[in-house]
């Protein structure tokens, strides 16, 4: 550990209130920075690049804890482990890409601490979880001692790194609305090996058809193609409105190369990562296909 952690302050606030009110001050010019799961900061503390001094431990808080089913969707508190996302019947009916996804994440030990709160905030163009949020229409709840407001998902990230979160808010809850009816989810993540890898592209689509059996409903959402999470609204106007057709498929494709901007880097290469991007296209449209032929 290249950090000394005997000279770091950890708080441990009694409710969520406090936790506001001590993340809204700040000491020396120093604010506290929120620690989850801490799957994420341990790394950085060991590589010796803490992201400040002073922590504030939301382990605790039990506000900040449950998934609970409303008439229209899920709400998972900030603290939902990956572990818990994997074990939960509802999330296992009417999000499967989110439990896929979350399958993904790390081995167990990992899932076991890794909140969905700590994956949003990490902010990695490669989390697992974020294009399942994007393709779902998450909202995200965000709060500080000032109130509390509710961010649309693919507006929380500003650029690489880089959230509509302010240094005094905290990430309380991400809710979910169901998914529109007959929809077909799909989650894939590809790596260097099948299991434990960090993302070379990470995928999730959601999409429904209209009783024409034409495309109403599309949402295409792609990680580690570009500095964040992002939807490929130019595929997706290709495919609103048209048939689950090969050719169009293929006009999608074309238009996701417009939509992506992956780079090389030591995970993988731009030329690699596109075309990659495209086959996770036409297979989830293959498999939604085929699942409604089934029907
Ligand atoms: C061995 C290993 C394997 C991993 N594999 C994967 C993987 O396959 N896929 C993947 O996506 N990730 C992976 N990760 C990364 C990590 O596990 C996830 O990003 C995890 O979800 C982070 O959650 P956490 O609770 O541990 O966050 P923490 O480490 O506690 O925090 C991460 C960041 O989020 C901030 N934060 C936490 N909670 C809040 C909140 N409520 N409000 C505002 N800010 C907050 C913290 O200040 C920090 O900046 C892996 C990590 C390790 C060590």
């Given at each position: 550990m290249r950090s000394a952690l005997s000279t770091l302050e950890v708080v441990r606030p009694r409710s969520l209130d406090h936790a506001l009110e001590a993340l809204g001050r700040s000491v020396s010019g120093e604010r506290l920075v929120p620690l989850a799961g801490g799957t994420d900061l341990f790394v950085y503390l060991n590589a010796g690049t803490p992201p400040g001094t002073r922590y504030l431990d939301l382990w605790g808080l039990r506000e900040l804890r449950g998934i609970r089913v409303r008439d229209g969707g899920v709400r998972l508190g900030a603290l939902t482990t990956f572990r818990e996302i994997r074990e939960h019947p509802v999330l296992g009916r009417r999000f499967p890409s989110l439990v896929a996804a979350a399958a993904e994440v790390g081995a167990w030990q990992i899932q076991n601490r890794a909140t969905l709160a700590g994956n949003i905030a990490n902010?990695?163009?490669?989390?697992?979880?974020l294009p399942v949020l994007m393709a779902h229409d998450a909202k995200v709840d965000v709060r500080s001692a000032r109130g509390a407001r509710e961010v649309a998902f693919e507006r929380l990230y500003r650029g690489y790194r880089e959230l509509t979160v302010d240094a005094d808010e905290l990430i309380t809850a991400v809710t979910l609305p169901f998914p529109p009816a007959r929809s077909f989810p799909f989650f894939r993540k590809v790596g260097t090996r099948r299991a434990q890898s960090i993302s070379k592209v990470v995928f999730s689509g959601l999409l429904a058809l209209d009783r024409e059996r034409r495309i109403a409903h599309v949402r295409l959402a792609y990680g580690s193609v570009a500095p964040v999470t992002l939807r490929a609204r130019r595929a997706e106007r290709a495919l609103r409105g048209e048939p689950l057709a090969a050719s169009v498929a293929a006009r999608a494709r074309a238009a996701l190369a417009e939509d992506i901007a992956p780079i090389d880097d030591i995970r993988s290469s731009r030329d690699y990562r596109l075309a990659v991007a495209g086959n996770l296209l036409e297979q989830f449209l293959r498999a939604a296909a085929e699942s409604r032929a089934r029907r």
């Open positions: 902010a990695s163009p490669a989390g697992d979880s």
